[in-house]
Each structure stands twice: as C-alpha cells, then as structure tokens.
C-alpha cells in the first residue's frame, strides 16, 4: 500500500513583513553604531539579512540582522562559547534586535559543493568539535520531544505505525536528554569555506539534549546522492555516537521534519523514516 510524502504547506521561516519594513532603520542603526562601512551587496536569507560590512581597523566582517524568535534566542550564546573554533567567530552582537557581527566566510561556496561522502566526513567532524556540556537555561530536547509527541497525535496523514514509532521515541529518550550543546540547522548550506579554516559553521539553532540528535539534517538535503544508511553510518563512525540512539533520534527528527514539509525534502524524509524504522 502506497504512503502519501507529505501533505499540506510548510511551516516555513520566512521572516515577517513588519520585520521587513522595519529593516533599513535597523540596518542604518547598527552601521552607525558600531561604525561599519557598507562593503558589497545584502545578501538575503530565508530568515535574516546579511551586510558586508568593514570595521574602523578595516577587517572584512558581516552584519547579519534577524528578527529574535523563542527559537533563535540562545545562537549568539552557542557562537560565544564556540569562540571561533569550528564555527564562525562573533565580534559583537545586540540580543533586542537580534544583531550580529560576524567574521566573513566566503558565502558563494558552501559543504554543497564537496561530493557527498567527503561533505558528510567534514560536517561529522565540526559537529563533534562543536559539542560540550549544555550551558543552563537553554532549549531542550526534552521539552522539543514533548512538543513533538503531541503534534504527532494530530498528524494524521502520515502512516499510524511511523507516527506511533516516533512518539514512543519522544517518550522514551526524551526525559533527560539534555546533556549537550547540539546546533539542529548544521546542514550543508550552513557550513562555509573560510580563511583560518577550511570549512566554519554558521547560523546555529540550538538546544540541550543528546550528541546523536541533528543528525538527519545532513540527510534529507542530498539523499540523492548516498543512501539513508551511508550518510548515517558515516556520521555516526566520525563523530564516535552510540549506533541505536543515533538511529533513533534521526528516525524521529525526518518523522518531524516529514510532517511540516512537502515535495522533494518530505520524500527524501520518508525515506529516511521507511529505512530506519524498526518496524520493517
């Protein structure tokens, strides 16, 4: 029996109209104050603004503008407590109006333009660089997987027996899975060549939970070319994470990401979730 790969319109992240409106004065804020000099073209993003921009001593950087959300709340803490080491490096920022200043990664080549197994080897390893003990008062997964479990109640076309798997995920792993600093957006088009190193991360959004969650990510973009366990054997080889965790966080994170998508990335997460499942 055939299973319908998504359904309905994506939540999305587009930022709001009013947000928009509000940019230019925004923009000219922060070039004032903290004495930019616009250099080059805005580069538009799904979910923020990004100025190249040069400082008073004349260092290239970026003024990334982005409009605060519950979601986002805790990035420029996770890119502070990076300090530049596998992820780009934050200069200054203004939480209020959700203000970074950052250093300038080359934005035309992204981990996209690696072949799959060499792009997955790279992304492992900074993911593994990147991880430590969650600081405080952060998102959790614990919380995220409570959430999750019960829009999965409601979403009813997506197959029973996947939306059951992935509930009992949430409901056994969840409790107290919130010992690590994981970014959940490490996809490919959010790791850029730079200059100290080869290849920066940017844009986290993270929360506390387990090492082996965020992983379908770096999936469900190029399943095209690899397969669902390739990438994931390669991941969890790399970054040393414990095999049925893995397996299971990833299983409920393309469940999740199925849910609120539609056309190729709903298909690539059924499959995903078809290859994983224990139900098979």
């Known amino acids: 029996m055939s299973e319908t790969p998504g359904r309905g319109p994506s939540a999305g992240d587009q930022v709001g109209t009013g947000w928009r409106a509000a940019l230019p004065a925004l923009m000219r804020k922060y070039l004032q104050q903290w004495s930019l000099r616009p250099d080059g073209a805005v580069i538009n993003g799904n979910n923020a603004i990004v100025q190249p921009v040069r400082t008073p001593g004349g260092v290239p950087a970026m003024l990334r503008l982005a409009p605060p959300t519950p979601h986002s709340a805790h990035d420029w803490l996770a890119l502070s407590l990076w300090d530049g080491d ?55 997964l614990q919380t995220e997987a409570q959430r999750w479990a019960q829009e999965l109640a409601q979403a009813s076309w997506l197959p029973k027996r996947i939306t059951d798997e992935a509930m009992g995920i949430c409901r056994e792993l969840g409790p107290g899975a919130n010992g690590y600093l ?3 957006d490490q996809h490919y ?14 844009d986290p959004l993270v ?20 397969t669902t366990d390739r990438i994931l054997d390669a991941l969890i080889d790399t970054e040393g994470l ?34 994983l499942t224990s139900l098979n």
């Open 207 to 226: 929360l506390a939970g387990d090492r082996e969650f965020g992983l379908a990510t770096l999936m469900w973009g190029r399943l095209e070319e690899s």
């Open 189 to 202: 088009h959010n790791i850029l060549a730079g200059h100290r190193e080869p290849w920066l991360v940017i």
């Open 182 to 184: 994981v970014n959940e």
């Open 242 to 275: 414990d095999v049925d965790r893995a397996r299971a966080w990833t299983f409920l994170g393309a469940a999740v990401k199925w849910m609120h998508s539609q056309g190729r990335v709903a298909h690539n997460c059924a499959t995903i979730v078809h290859a």
């Open 86 to 140: 596998a992820a780009v490096r934050m200069f200054r920022h203004d939480l209020a109006d959700g203000a970074l200043l950052l250093e300038r990664l080359d934005h035309t080549r992204n981990l996209d333009t690696l072949p799959i197994d060499k792009a997955v080897v790279v992304a492992g390893t900074l993911r593994a660089r990147l991880s430590r003990p969650a600081p405080t008062g952060i998102r959790t």
